[in-house]
C-alpha cells in the first residue's frame, strides 16, 4: 500500500477547526464538520493513513457491534458514553457503511466485519471528507499548539507544524492512545491535556494478552498452545469466549476482555501494595460440575479420560496431571470430586503483568472525560478545545465497540466544533 500523500493545504491557514489525529475519530469528526459547511484541516504525523483501521478485524474491520451500550465501556465516569452512543448509533454507521456499497456480515455476539478488506471502511471516510471539504496536512509533526484566548473565537488556537502554521477557532485532539507504537501510537494527546490542564487518567494496555509468573508458567508448560471455551471474570462481567494459554500466560478474546477490568483493580491494588487479584476461568460453561462428576462416581475411566469429553483431551489430561487427579472416577472420595468441580468452575490465575502496548487493542485510561461535555467533547475549561476517540479514558469491550466510540463521539463533536 503506498503512502497517503494529499495536497498541500489551499485557500489560507486559517481554519474553523484543525484536528490533530486522521485516524477513525479524526476522520468522522472532520467529515461530519465539513459536512456542515466548516472549514477543516486534518493533520496527522503518518505516512499511511489509518494504519490502525487497516490491521483491526485481521484485516477486515470490526467496525461495530449491533449490541451497543454504555455497559459495553469501561472508564472512572462511565455515564460519559451515553449521550453520544445514543446519538449516533451502531445502526447509523451501518446505514453509511450500506450507503457505500460495503458488504459485511455478523459474527458471534453482533460484531460486525467487512466482507472484504477494511480498506473499504479507509476509503469510506476519505470519501467523506472529500465531501465536506476538508483539507489535509499528512505527514505533518506538530511542534507546538498555542492558545489565544484573547483573539476570540475566530483563532483561538495557534498550530505550528513542519507543513506550516495554522489557526482555528475549535482544536480537536483525535490522536488516539499508546496501543500498538510500532503503527505510530504516541501520548501526544496526553501532554496536550496537560498542557491546558486537563487531568489524564495515567493509561495501560487494555484488550491484551496477560502474562503469568515464571512458577506458574512452569507448572502450566504442557498446556501451552491449547485453547478452549471458558468463562471468564475479574470483579467485572463474565465474558464466554475462547482462551488460549501461551508460553507467556493467557491469551485468546476472552482473556482479552477481562484484562481490561484485570488492569483497572491491579493498577488499585498495586498502589495499595495488595495482592493482585487473579482471573477467574470456569472450564466448564453452561455445565453444572458437581453434579456431572458425582453422577459418575462409580466409573472405572480416568479422570482425565472423563473430562475430555467435555475439554480437548490434551488439556484434560494434562490439567489433571497438573493438579495430580490422574486416578480412575471412582477412587475419588465424593468430597475429592466436589473439589475437583469446584477447581473446574473456578480455575484461579494471578497474572503478573500483561504483554504491553505491543500486544495491547486499545488504551485503558486517557483524558478525564469529567473535565469534558458529554454532549460536544469540549473541555469545559478550555472553550473550543475537544477530544474525541481513544484519547480519552473510554475503552470499550473487544468486538467493535472502540470503533463505535470513535464514531459516535467524532459526529457529537464534529456537530458542536
Request: a neutral charge.
Amino acid at each position: 500500500m503506498h503512502a497517503f500523500a494529499p495536497a498541500a493545504p489551499t485557500g489560507g491557514r486559517r481554519f474553523d477547526v484543525v484536528i490533530i489525529g486522521a485516524g477513525a475519530a479524526g476522520m468522522m469528526c472532520a467529515a461530519t464538520a465539513g459536512q456542515r459547511g466548516r472549514s477543516v484541516l486534518l493533520v496527522d504525523h503518518a505516512t499511511r493513513l489509518a494504519e490502525k483501521i487497516r490491521i483491526s478485524g485481521g484485516g477486515r474491520c470490526n467496525f461495530t457491534n449491533r449490541r451497543v451500550g454504555p455497559e459495553n465501556y469501561l472508564g472512572l465516569n462511565p455515564h460519559f458514553v451515553r449521550s453520544a452512543l445514543s446519538r449516533y448509533t451502531a445502526r447509523d454507521f451501518i446505514e453509511l457503511v450500506q450507503r457505500h456499497g460495503i458488504d459485511f456480515h455478523e459474527r458471534d455476539w453482533g460484531q460486525l466485519f467487512c466482507d472484504d478488506s477494511a480498506q473499504r471502511i479507509i476509503d469510506m471516510l476519505r470519501a467523506e471528507c472529500e465531501d465536506g471539504g476538508v483539507q489535509w496536512a499528512m505527514p505533518a509533526t506538530v511542534h507546538q499548539v498555542r492558545h489565544r484566548p484573547g483573539d476570540g473565537e475566530g483563532e483561538r488556537f495557534a498550530i505550528e507544524t513542519d507543513r506550516g502554521h495554522f489557526a482555528a477557532s475549535s482544536l480537536v485532539i483525535a490522536s488516539g492512545g499508546l496501543a500498538i507504537p510500532k503503527i505510530g501510537a504516541t501520548p501526544f494527546g496526553y501532554r496536550i491535556a496537560e498542557q491546558f490542564g486537563i487531568p489524564v487518567v495515567a493509561p495501560r494496555p487494555a484488550l491484551v494478552p496477560l502474562t503469568l509468573p515464571p512458577e506458574t508458567l512452569a507448572r502450566l508448560a504442557p498446556l501451552a498452545g491449547i485453547s478452549l471455551e471458558v468463562e471468564a471474570h475479574c470483579r467485572g462481567p463474565v465474558f464466554r469466549e475462547a482462551a488460549l494459554v501461551t508460553h507467556r500466560g493467557l491469551s485468546g478474546p476472552a482473556i482479552l476482555q477481562v484484562s481490561s477490568y484485570w488492569q483497572a483493580q491491579a493498577y488499585r491494588d498495586k498502589e495499595e501494595e495488595k495482592d493482585w487479584e487473579p482471573v477467574h476461568l470456569d472450564l466448564l460453561p453452561g455445565i453444572d460440575a458437581e453434579s456431572w462428576l458425582l453422577e459418575h462416581a462409580h466409573d472405572k475411566a480416568l479422570l482425565p479420560n472423563l473430562l475430555a469429553e467435555r475439554l480437548p483431551r490434551r488439556f484434560a489430561h494434562a490439567w489433571c496431571e497438573l493438579h495430580g487427579w490422574t486416578k480412575p472416577v471412582n477412587q475419588f472420595r465424593h468430597a475429592e470430586l466436589r473439589a475437583i468441580a469446584a477447581s473446574l468452575a473456578d480455575w484461579a490465575l494471578t497474572p503478573s503483568g500483561t504483554q504491553g502496548y505491543a500486544k495491547a487493542e486499545v488504551t485503558l485510561g486517557g483524558v478525564d472525560t469529567r473535565a469534558l461535555s458529554s454532549k460536544t467533547m469540549e473541555a469545559r475549561g478550555v472553550p473550543g478545545l475537544h477530544f474525541v476517540g481513544e484519547v480519552m479514558d473510554v475503552t470499550g469491550h473487544l468486538g467493535g465497540y472502540n470503533f463505535q466510540w470513535a464514531w459516535s463521539s467524532g459526529v457529537a463533536c464534529g456537530l458542536a466544533a
